[in-house]
């Protein structure tokens, strides 16, 4: 309610108050629009005459706002009647009642007003997720395969919702583990392992089987005892409210999607829920043919694995990498991602192999394959570049995390008892580390050649070292 007659306001605000009704008095009009930001009404009353500032000019800049072009306005005024009406609704109010007003007649109008403006946004909003929805199904069923969709999900009601987080979790009633297949917020996560005891609504949902809506993390009684833990560790959760909807697959595959928002942003409600669950419903069926597809093609995606591992240490081989490579260049270009690579020799190699033979030295490369597989990500790269060269993509990964990931892996190399048939030997690893986006690298073999580089400096400078 904006009027810069104070005695008004306060009458004003009495009545409506006494009424049931919360009101938001703005004394000075020329905040008008800063005040709308923060307490986004369902009734705007304004008075056409203000010393300070003209009332119709107000309602004007009002109705060429998008975001309040709905919001019903009453006008007030002690302007003739006949012409203030007809100025004030020409410019788009919603109705207008004279000075002096008749206090029960201006309760009817306002609750006729609040009582439109609701039925305007439901149906308006109503119009707009059924839009999105038909326009979100559209996208999912074009997918062929359940990872697709999986982030075509993810993604579009993430931003259709301004949700902070937005993830698709794999996982069975009673199971204290899920999978992350697909998230939001990075559309580079694959295949992640989280603890389901940290999320008790994600646990709650997979109980019931049904959707569960945490208006307030802070003080929801689902969270008391997650809150302990959260206060023992020191842990500080961003989340303000969440919305777990539980889903069902034929085969025995059951899963959650999960939206989060944080501390600042709208919270969550029970029609965004309704949103999601008619939307993970949907998509259901689409989900499944896809599952088929991956089976019907699963002896052809076995040939294709044997065609691109090295069969001697179980990494990619090198013309997989290049293909995996120039993918993940591709990707860090289009979001902006940092790519990190690492080129990996082992350190006087030849000697291995001529004083214990060629079966030692291929024991050895196959464990250091080994370590190389159970330390990257499911989102990273292993490969065998050739001989004893391997490379590994680190995939949103800047260059002071492939440093630090890197130094972890020379040192675990050189403590690692390697086994060759009845003997035991210690070896090293030198490591050139390279990263883009980088001046003057525009494909993968122009990163290849960095980390190379990076390499020999490592090698030059005395071995079992890193260098960038």
């Known amino acids: ?52 500032v003209d009332g119709l000019q107000l309602l004007a800049r009002l109705k060429e706002h998008e975001r309040w072009r709905d919001l019903p306005v009453l006008m007030i005024s002690s302007m003739p009647p006949e012409e203030a009406t007809v100025r004030a609704l020409g410019l788009g109010a919603a109705d207008f009642v004279p000075k002096p007003f008749r206090v029960r007649e201006l309760l009817a109008r306002v ?60 996982a069975t009633r009673g199971s204290s583990t899920g999978m992350v297949v697909a998230a939001f ?35 929801d009684p689902l969270y008391a005892e997650i809150r302990k833990r959260w206060e023992r560790e020191g842990t500080k959760v961003p989340t303000s409210s969440a919305i777990a909807v539980p889903f069902e697959l034929r085969g025995g595959t059951s899963g959650v999607f999960f939206l989060r928002n944080h501390e600042g942003d709208a919270r969550l409600t029970e029609a965004d829920s309704q949103f999601a669950g008619t939307v993970i419903a949907k998509a259901v069926t689409a989900i499944e043919k896809g599952y088929d597809f991956a089976a019907a093609l699963s002896a052809k995606e076995r040939y294709e694995v044997l065609a691109t591992v090295d069969p001697l240490t179980g990494c990619v081989n090198r013309r997989a990498l290049h293909e995996k490579l120039e993918a993940e260049m591709d990707r860090a270009r289009r979001y902006a991602f940092d790519l990190t690579i690492l080129m990996i020799d082992l350190d006087r190699f030849k000697h291995i192999n001529d004083s214990r033979g060629h079966l030692a030295g291929d024991a050895v490369l196959r464990q250091v394959g080994a370590i190389l597989r159970e330390e990257v990500r499911s989102v990273d790269i292993a490969a065998r570049f050739g001989g ?38 210690r070896v090293t690893i030198s490591v050139g580390v390279a990263s883009f986006p980088c001046e003057g690298v525009a494909t993968a073999e122009e990163l290849l050649g960095r980390a190379d580089a990076a390499l020999y400096r490592a090698k030059h400078e005395g071995r079992n070292l890193v260098r960038l």
């Not at 000075?28 to 629009?33: A, K, M, T, V, W």
């Not at 996208?139 to 902070?164: C, M, N, W, Y």
């Not at 389901?196 to 709650?204: H, Q």
């Open 111 to 170: 609750q006729a007003h609040l009582r439109a403006g609701q039925t305007l946004r439901r149906a308006r909003e109503s119009a707009r997720t059924h839009m999105a929805m038909v326009d979100i199904l559209h996208e999912v069923t074009d997918a062929v395969k359940p990872d697709e969709i999986f982030q075509i999900l993810t993604r579009r009601v993430g931003h259709l919702l301004g949700l902070s987080r937005c993830s698709m979790v794999l």
């Open 1 to 52: 309610m904006a009027d810069d007659d104070e005695t008004l306001l306060r009458t004003l605000t009495w009545i409506l108050t006494e009424n049931g009704y919360d009101v938001v008095a703005v004394p000075e009009p020329r905040s008008l629009f800063e005040r709308l930001e923060e307490t986004r009404p369902d009734l705007l009353m304004l008075d056409i005459m203000m010393p300070k």
């Open 388 to 425: 004893e060269e391997f490379v590994v993509g680190l995939p949103n990964t800047a260059a002071d995390g492939g440093l630090v990931f890197a130094e972890r892996l020379r040192e675990r190399v050189a403590d690692h008892p390697f086994v060759a048939g009845t003997h035991t030997l």
């Open 185 to 219: 917020d990075d559309p580079a996560l694959r295949d992640l392992k989280v603890d389901l005891t940290k999320y008790p609504e994600i646990e709650r949902a997979l109980e019931l089987g049904q959707p569960v809506l945490v208006s307030q993390v802070a003080t």
